[in-house]
């Protein structure tokens, strides 16, 4: 039995237009914790982290941890059917195949049920570890998505480098090259217009456009964007949703010397009959 | 060819050991890839219409080289690292079966004769297909393209499919990609199917692990070798009136050949005579295969553009605009190979929460009958269990089949 309530339905109609472009099938998670989703990209480069907290919500049942696989292009077919002042319920009973979307409108004259048929989905689930980034730079998500947008007509890639002087985003393209830097800006009017940089030590990284340009379809949930970098690191890109959680992206760097081989880890335990080569 | 009925056998009996997975979830993995399978595969289907095939102008076959440049184009597009292996010496159990396939081909090409006489398209078609065969010429021509492609490969001192489950095995590759099941007989840790088919045909790409396979099957490699040999592979013959199901029950039963035979009926079952099975498991678990780095050395390298038209377009008439489009595409694909992987920062963990939806019921938006099946279970739960509302304790966990934590009566 599941049942969660969300005044803000809005809130949920973002958060799927952020992440639908991105990943076509997931599992949502739902425990005493919140409500949450954890998934790849098909090419797996980027991974996408949802979290809505339970005390987002203004009811919030979930007797046990459960998951359901959802088609997120069809479950944002149907969110799309709610108003924006709308109240969404998510419901769900054990044993179901199908999730129920309730939209109420605010003076409640008109309430709607949307059905949906639940997918399996076989999804690995990847471990996150804490990290201590290098750097870490918050600044309004409508000036990051400009860049991202401006940079990627020039080029594929963009090098994200920061250093004391401020975050530096630049490109090169076959017609030329581009260079954004933002510097520390925290004597604004408005708290959300303030760009800040924490930075314990520079760091530089190369990441595809076309993901970051992706992550930006998540603005709308967020006036601020934080961008934490470590080499050697996935760079996370989080969108706070209200007070209640967070949409976090995570995307691998560009590796610049592609001769760097790893071993692959193989998976067999017992098949094994020959030594592995240890001077590889 | 392969080993008879084992991929049903294993998606009957060892599910778990086989995963469908998207062509582009590969990307930036090196995939070993038998060459001379591919060859014969490309000589077979590329631009060809009844018993013409593509020739260069001195009448010579280039479908090997068209299929092969354009496939492995695909695949670096898609930024897998393909790593393709030529079969060396075959072994000489599998001279019998190659002796068989070559009368074959004779058969064929006496029916091809009588064919082109009577003129009718579709048999010509047919039989001309059967008398494919893979020359020295086909491979030499081969290897000088994907060398010029910058592609690595790798010579085989006998079998290719052993080969590719070495490199596997030492985790050079991470995984063989084939049709033939032989890789996963000689114990390739990740197995690959329908990588190369064309995208258009839209089906997944299955992966098999054999650990998982073995772990489900109950079995051990060995028994596993064994398993195959039953159900018939490429260097001996199998025993008569013993299938996949059977040989999987004896092997399970008896734990090895020898004990099979010393166990089973011997007047309903006829063994060969002089049945070389010992050779087969031999060749099987120790195949001769190259070990050593320095023969091993898999590296990419850029495209030598000149050389590539000079081959493709002087020596064999491709055109030359198709093949600078397709260098440049080469070239793009190396700058897209340096992306990195999340999972080689991030690991896989255990989740430990159970799907709403039951597994098994395998329902798929839009398909009627799987969701009338799935109908029917429903309504068999809510007989069994009556409290499915507040306050009940529900016991329909044992109709779930997921991951991890079922069949834990939970409070509802």
């Given at each position: 039995m599941l049942e969660l309530r969300l005044v803000q339905g809005s809130l949920l109609k973002k958060v799927l237009e952020a992440v639908k472009d991105l990943v076509t099938d997931a599992n949502f998670d739902c425990s005493a914790t919140g409500f949450s989703l954890q998934a790849m990209d098909s090419s797996h480069v980027a991974l996408v982290a949802l979290l809505l907290r339970?005390?987002?919500?203004?009811h919030y049942r979930c007797d046990r941890n459960i998951s359901m696989g959802m088609n997120l292009n069809n479950m944002s077919k149907m969110l799309k059917?709610?108003?924006?002042d709308d109240i969404i319920t998510i419901k769900g009973d054990d044993g179901s195949d199908t999730v129920t979307f309730m939209f109420e409108s605010p003076n409640q004259d008109k309430i709607a049920d949307f059905e949906m048929k639940l997918m399996d989905i076989d999804s690995e689930h990847l471990g996150i570890p804490e990290a201590e980034y290098h750097a870490i730079v918050k600044m309004p998500s409508t000036e990051f998505a400009r860049i991202c947008k401006d940079l990627s007509t020039i080029g594929d890639t963009v090098v994200i480098s920061v250093t004391k002087e401020g975050v530096k985003f630049s490109t090169r393209g076959d017609i030329g090259t581009a260079n954004i830097v933002c510097r520390q800006n925290?004597?604004?009017?408005?708290?959300?217009?303030a760009t800040v940089i924490e930075m314990k030590e520079p760091v530089s990284l190369t990441f595809a456009l076309r993901y970051m340009n992706s992550f930006t379809?998540?603005?709308?949930?967020?006036?601020t964007v934080v961008i934490s970098l470590s080499p050697e690191l996935p760079v996370v890109v989080e969108y706070k949703v209200a007070e209640m959680g967070y949409v976090r992206f995570y995307l691998a760097p560009k590796i610049e010397?592609?001769?760097?081989?790893e071993v692959v880890e193989q998976?067999?335990?017992?098949?094994?009959a020959q030594p592995k080569d240890e001077d590889d | 060819m392969g080993i008879k009925g084992l991929t049903k056998l294993l998606a009957d009996?060892?599910?778990?050991g086989m995963k469908e997975q998207k062509?582009?979830?590969?990307?930036?993995r090196k995939i070993a890839i038998d060459a001379s399978m591919s060859i014969y595969q490309f000589l077979i289907?590329?631009?060809?219409?009844g018993t013409e095939m593509l020739t260069n102008e001195d009448g010579e076959v280039t479908s090997h080289l068209q299929g092969m440049f354009n496939r492995t184009i695909r695949l670096l597009e898609s930024g897998l690292k393909p790593v393709y292996v030529f079969d060396g010496a075959p072994p000489d159990l599998k001279k019998e079966e190659l002796a068989k396939r070559y009368s074959k081909r004779v058969d064929a090409t006496e029916d091809l004769a009588s064919a082109i006489e009577t003129g009718d398209k579709e048999v010509i078609e047919k039989f001309s297909k059967r008398t494919v065969k893979v020359t020295r010429k086909h491979n030499e021509d081969c290897k000088r393209l994907l060398q010029l492609m910058g592609v690595p490969i790798v010579e085989a001192p006998s079998e290719a499919e052993a080969q590719c489950a070495a490199l596997c095995k030492s985790g050079k590759v991470y995984a063989v990609a084939s049709e033939d099941m032989d890789s996963l007989t000689f114990g390739a840790p990740r197995f690959l199917r329908?990588?190369?088919?064309?995208?258009?045909?839209k089906v997944p790409v299955m992966e098999f692990e054999v650990a998982k396979i073995l772990e489900e099957l109950n079995i051990n490699m060995d028994q596993f070798i064994d398993l195959c040999i039953l159900c018939g592979c490429d260097y001996c013959d199998s025993i008569r009136g013993i299938g996949g199901q059977t040989a999987l029950k004896l092997v399970r039963q008896y734990g090895s050949i020898e004990s099979i035979l010393e166990n089973i009926n011997k007047e309903r079952f006829q063994i060969p005579e002089n049945w070389p099975y010992q050779q087969a498991r031999h060749l099987f678990k120790?195949?001769?295969?190259?070990?050593n780095d320095e023969q091993l050395e898999i590296k990419c390298t850029p495209p030598d553009e000149e050389g590539l038209v000079n081959f493709?377009?002087?020596?064999?008439?491709?055109?030359l605009d198709r093949v600078t489009k397709a260098v440049e595409k080469i070239k793009a694909a190396k700058n897209k190979a340096s992306q990195g992987r999340l999972e080689s920062f991030f690991k896989p963990v255990a989740n430990a929460t159970t799907p709403l939806k039951r597994k098994g019921?395998?329902?798929?938006?839009?398909a009627p009958t799987l969701l009338l099946k799935s109908k029917m279970l429903s309504i068999r739960i809510s007989i069994y269990s009556r409290?499915?509302?507040?306050g009940g304790l529900p016991?329909?966990?044992?109709e779930q089949s997921g991951?991890?934590?079922?069949g834990v009566p939970f409070l509802a």
């Amino acid at each position: 039995m599941l049942e969660l309530r969300l005044v803000q339905g809005s809130l949920l109609k973002k958060v799927l237009e952020a992440v639908k472009d991105l990943v076509t099938d997931a599992n949502f998670d739902c425990s005493a914790t919140g409500f949450s989703l954890q998934a790849m990209d098909s090419s797996h480069v980027a991974l996408v982290a949802l979290l809505l907290r339970s005390e987002g919500f203004e009811h919030y049942r979930c007797d046990r941890n459960i998951s359901m696989g959802m088609n997120l292009n069809n479950m944002s077919k149907m969110l799309k059917c709610a108003g924006n002042d709308d109240i969404i319920t998510i419901k769900g009973d054990d044993g179901s195949d199908t999730v129920t979307f309730m939209f109420e409108s605010p003076n409640q004259d008109k309430i709607a049920d949307f059905e949906m048929k639940l997918m399996d989905i076989d999804s690995e689930h990847l471990g996150i570890p804490e990290a201590e980034y290098h750097a870490i730079v918050k600044m309004p998500s409508t000036e990051f998505a400009r860049i991202c947008k401006d940079l990627s007509t020039i080029g594929d890639t963009v090098v994200i480098s920061v250093t004391k002087e401020g975050v530096k985003f630049s490109t090169r393209g076959d017609i030329g090259t581009a260079n954004i830097v933002c510097r520390q800006n925290t004597s604004v009017d408005k708290p959300e217009e303030a760009t800040v940089i924490e930075m314990k030590e520079p760091v530089s990284l190369t990441f595809a456009l076309r993901y970051m340009n992706s992550f930006t379809k998540a603005t709308p949930l967020s006036t601020t964007v934080v961008i934490s970098l470590s080499p050697e690191l996935p760079v996370v890109v989080e969108y706070k949703v209200a007070e209640m959680g967070y949409v976090r992206f995570y995307l691998a760097p560009k590796i610049e010397d592609d001769e760097v081989d790893e071993v692959v880890e193989q998976p067999s335990k017992k098949s094994k009959a020959q030594p592995k080569d240890e001077d590889d | 060819m392969g080993i008879k009925g084992l991929t049903k056998l294993l998606a009957d009996n060892a599910p778990k050991g086989m995963k469908e997975q998207k062509f582009e979830s590969y990307f930036g993995r090196k995939i070993a890839i038998d060459a001379s399978m591919s060859i014969y595969q490309f000589l077979i289907v590329v631009g060809r219409s009844g018993t013409e095939m593509l020739t260069n102008e001195d009448g010579e076959v280039t479908s090997h080289l068209q299929g092969m440049f354009n496939r492995t184009i695909r695949l670096l597009e898609s930024g897998l690292k393909p790593v393709y292996v030529f079969d060396g010496a075959p072994p000489d159990l599998k001279k019998e079966e190659l002796a068989k396939r070559y009368s074959k081909r004779v058969d064929a090409t006496e029916d091809l004769a009588s064919a082109i006489e009577t003129g009718d398209k579709e048999v010509i078609e047919k039989f001309s297909k059967r008398t494919v065969k893979v020359t020295r010429k086909h491979n030499e021509d081969c290897k000088r393209l994907l060398q010029l492609m910058g592609v690595p490969i790798v010579e085989a001192p006998s079998e290719a499919e052993a080969q590719c489950a070495a490199l596997c095995k030492s985790g050079k590759v991470y995984a063989v990609a084939s049709e033939d099941m032989d890789s996963l007989t000689f114990g390739a840790p990740r197995f690959l199917r329908h990588l190369m088919d064309p995208s258009s045909k839209k089906v997944p790409v299955m992966e098999f692990e054999v650990a998982k396979i073995l772990e489900e099957l109950n079995i051990n490699m060995d028994q596993f070798i064994d398993l195959c040999i039953l159900c018939g592979c490429d260097y001996c013959d199998s025993i008569r009136g013993i299938g996949g199901q059977t040989a999987l029950k004896l092997v399970r039963q008896y734990g090895s050949i020898e004990s099979i035979l010393e166990n089973i009926n011997k007047e309903r079952f006829q063994i060969p005579e002089n049945w070389p099975y010992q050779q087969a498991r031999h060749l099987f678990k120790e195949p001769l295969v190259f070990e050593n780095d320095e023969q091993l050395e898999i590296k990419c390298t850029p495209p030598d553009e000149e050389g590539l038209v000079n081959f493709l377009v002087n020596e064999n008439g491709f055109n030359l605009d198709r093949v600078t489009k397709a260098v440049e595409k080469i070239k793009a694909a190396k700058n897209k190979a340096s992306q990195g992987r999340l999972e080689s920062f991030f690991k896989p963990v255990a989740n430990a929460t159970t799907p709403l939806k039951r597994k098994g019921t395998r329902c798929m938006i839009g398909a009627p009958t799987l969701l009338l099946k799935s109908k029917m279970l429903s309504i068999r739960i809510s007989i069994y269990s009556r409290h499915r509302q507040f306050g009940g304790l529900p016991l329909l966990c044992t109709e779930q089949s997921g991951a991890s934590l079922h069949g834990v009566p939970f409070l509802a």
